[in-house]
Structure formats: structure tokens, C-alpha cells
């Protein structure tokens, strides 16, 4: 799988700059969050790396195979799960290969469900099996798991971080949960102002414990380049001795 580079990429709406000379090489397999404020630029960034917005400047080397899951599931409501899953693909081995997509995202029995019948969970399960079918190299995620409670994006962490393990993609997640992207993230990159201001290695693979006590740090540190207030006794926890 080849890697993914970003050489100045530069991206303005009109006379409103987004993005500003953005240089990032991002190694095939790894897993990024890129995280900010709200305009900082991440899903134009992200955009960009999917081909869905084009640059105003710059140089960016990708793969044409890769896939999309945004924060709504942009389900088609006309069409049943499995036809949702393999829309596009060529009908030779069609119902093989959703049904296995299916069953990877732990919804074998829900084949034949409508759309609007599924929770918010279950429907962006179904957006990660529509990745999977089309066998990419990398996989994009612009919030995937904003909308829902907290309990499902646990258990849709854990599923993505499995599927990550399992098919050696390169993941690029956008996020504005800094808890969700140093329990996923190999890298957590922070932009501001169109820049990357702040780049944080997370040790270890994930996805890491909750309880893992050397994440509270990491997060604490990414909290405050961001410029979000912490309590004193939240600050830095250090992680537990025995």
C-alpha cells in the first residue's frame, strides 16, 4: 500500500484561507486522528485526501482505492441493508461477499432490514461494511461516531480498531473527541488556523483501554493545546504504580 503525502496543500473559499501550506506523510498502515476547533480545517483536510475537494495549491499523493464514513451513514432508505452494502459491485460474487461484510460488522442477520428499522449504531455498521466490500487501502472517517451515545461509540471504536488489525489499512479519522483519538490513534495531529500545530505520538496499538493510565496524560496535553481549561486536579494524572 503506498503511503500518503500531503507537500503545501493550501485550500481557500473564496477569500477565506481553510488550509495553509499543510505538510503531512502519513506511512501505510498508520493510523492518524487529526483533531481542532471547530473551522480549523479538518474535514476540508480530509476531503481533500478523498478527492472530494481539490486543493487550491499544493501536491498530494494517494491511492484511488480507498473508502468514506462519515457522521451520518447516508444509507440509501429505499434500499434493504444488502443491497445498501453492495450497491455498485459487480454482480458475480455479490451476495458472497456482503454477507461476509456483513458478518464482520456483526450484523449477519440484518440482510434483508430497511434502513430506518436500524439504530444509529447498527446504521454506521452498515457504512463500515459498504467500505469493506470495495477492498481499500485506506479508510477516511469524518466523525463516525459523533451522534452516538456513549456506549455504541465504544463498541464502534473497538470494531474499527478490529478492522484496522484485521485488513492493515492506513485510517485517517477526524474527531473532535480527544479521548476517542488516543484510544484509537497511532498519531494524533492538531490543526489550527489551517495549520498543524501539534503532532502526539500514541505508544502502544490500538484501541487502548479507557483504564489505560498513560492515555490521561497524553489526552491532557492535547486538551490544552487546544486551549480547553482543565481543573487542577484533572490536569495530568500519571498513570498508576503497583
Do not use: C, Y
Amino acid at each position: 500500500m503506498p503511503e500518503i503525502r500531503l507537500e503545501r496543500i493550501a485550500k481557500s473559499f473564496g477569500d477565506a484561507p481553510v488550509l495553509d501550506r499543510v505538510d503531512l506523510v502519513i506511512p501505510a498502515g498508520e493510523f492518524i486522528a487529526i483533531v481542532g476547533r471547530s473551522g480549523s480545517g479538518k474535514s476540508t483536510l480530509l476531503r481533500i485526501i478523498a478527492g472530494l475537494e481539490q486543493a487550491t495549491s499544493g501536491r498530494l499523493q494517494s491511492t484511488d482505492r480507498l473508502a468514506v464514513a462519515f457522521q451520518e451513514a447516508r444509507l440509501m432508505p429505499w434500499l434493504k441493508v444488502s443491497e445498501n452494502v453492495g450497491f455498485g459491485l459487480p454482480a458475480k460474487d455479490q451476495a458472497r461477499i456482503v454477507t461476509d461484510a456483513l458478518a464482520e460488522v456483526g450484523l449477519a442477520g440484518k440482510a434483508n432490514a430497511w434502513p430506518l428499522t436500524l439504530s444509529g449504531g447498527q446504521a454506521q455498521r452498515v457504512s463500515l461494511a459498504r467500505a469493506l466490500v470495495r477492498q481499500p487501502e485506506v479508510l477516511l472517517l469524518d466523525e463516525p461516531f459523533g451522534a452516538l451515545d456513549a456506549l455504541t461509540k465504544l463498541e464502534m471504536q473497538n470494531l474499527v480498531g478490529t478492522l484496522w488489525r484485521t485488513h492493515g489499512w492506513t485510517v485517517v479519522m477526524v474527531t473532535h473527541d480527544v479521548a476517542e483519538a488516543v484510544r484509537l490513534a497511532d498519531r494524533v495531529i492538531v490543526l489550527d488556523g489551517g495549520r498543524i500545530s501539534e503532532t502526539v505520538a500514541i505508544p502502544g496499538r490500538g484501541p487502548r483501554s479507557p483504564e489505560d493510565g498513560h492515555l490521561a496524560p497524553l489526552e491532557a496535553r492535547l486538551l490544552r493545546h487546544l486551549g480547553v481549561p482543565l481543573p487542577a486536579g484533572d490536569a495530568a494524572p500519571q498513570p498508576a504504580h503497583p
